[in-house]
């Protein structure tokens, strides 16, 4: 009686590990395609023509430092996926604790990333103080063709004025230009640059951000998942050799 009630917890557990092989090798299919799709979004924000040559003329370059810690762990994560599958299907209980520790190494780069690029991308945060002083240094140099050109790109393609709006050339005593009113009613733009690209940032990093979120979360199931069959692997070995 004894032996056949090991054998059918043996045969039980063998059922449950072959369960926990199945999610782990599902979540990692999900993974691998939330890192792909965050590698494709992140390559494309850093590569993208027109808004790098934005980034260029107005010094905003800590906006990309978000961007290259997430194309790093979408790197990683698509790499772990597939050592991920090979280690459970195998059994292997030290690359599973490897899996364990890249999926730690993979959660700690995809909030970092998220964190640091919603940092400079969202209202109220770093980037403001860097679009404020770029546009203003453009303004008091707008007699200069260099300087006209650019504040005549971003303020036709973002529909602002000034650094904060209309009163910033009052202040500095310069002309209202015309691309800082409205081709329709003729009236100056309310909203200034810095508010204007804040929104714009916004859009962009708010899709890329939840996506790294969600990539975090499921490093979390990825690692207890993975834990759980450690713990299942051992006890199996211990039946095998009490057998």
């Known amino acids: 009686m004894a032996g056949t009630g090991r054998g059918t917890g043996a045969a039980q557990l063998e059922q449950k590990i072959g369960c926990i092989k199945y999610l782990i090798f599902c979540f990692n299919a999900v993974s691998w395609i939330f890192g792909a799709s965050l590698f494709g979004l992140s390559l494309w924000m850093r590569l993208e ?3 790098e040559e934005w980034v260029g003329f107005l010094g905003m370059w800590q906006f990309y430092i978000g961007i290259y810690i997430l194309i790093a762990a979408s790197v990683i994560v698509m790499i772990i996926s597939f050592v991920g599958c090979g280690a ?32 400079y991308s969202t209202y109220d945060s770093s980037i403001q103080p860097i679009i404020s002083t770029a546009m203003t240094n453009l303004i008091s140099n707008s007699q ?3 300087a006209a050109v650019i504040l005549r790109m971003v303020q036709e393609n973002i529909g602002c004025c000034g650094a904060n709006g209309p009163m910033d050339y009052l202040t500095m005593l310069k002309p209202l230009p015309t691309e ?4 329709v009613t003729g009236n100056a733009f309310f909203h200034g640059c810095v508010d204007e690209l804040t929104w714009f940032l916004e ?5 890329i951000a939840g ?3 969600s990539l975090c979360m499921l490093h979390v199931v990825l690692a207890v998942l993975a834990l759980i069959l450690i713990q299942a692997i051992k ?6 050799y009490k057998q």
Do not use: H, N
């Open 211 to 213: 996506l790294a979120l």
């Open 180 to 183: 800082c009113r409205d081709t």
């Open 88 to 119: 459970a299907l195998m059994e292997l209980v030290v690359g599973l604790y490897a899996y364990i520790g890249l999926q730690i190494l993979s959660f700690v780069c995809g909030l970092a990333g998220a964190a640091v690029l919603l940092d």
């Open 49 to 51: 023509p027109g808004f």
């Open 203 to 207: 859009a962009r990093s708010g899709w």
């Open 144 to 146: 200069y063709e260099g």
């Open 235 to 240: 006890k199996e070995e211990e039946i095998a």
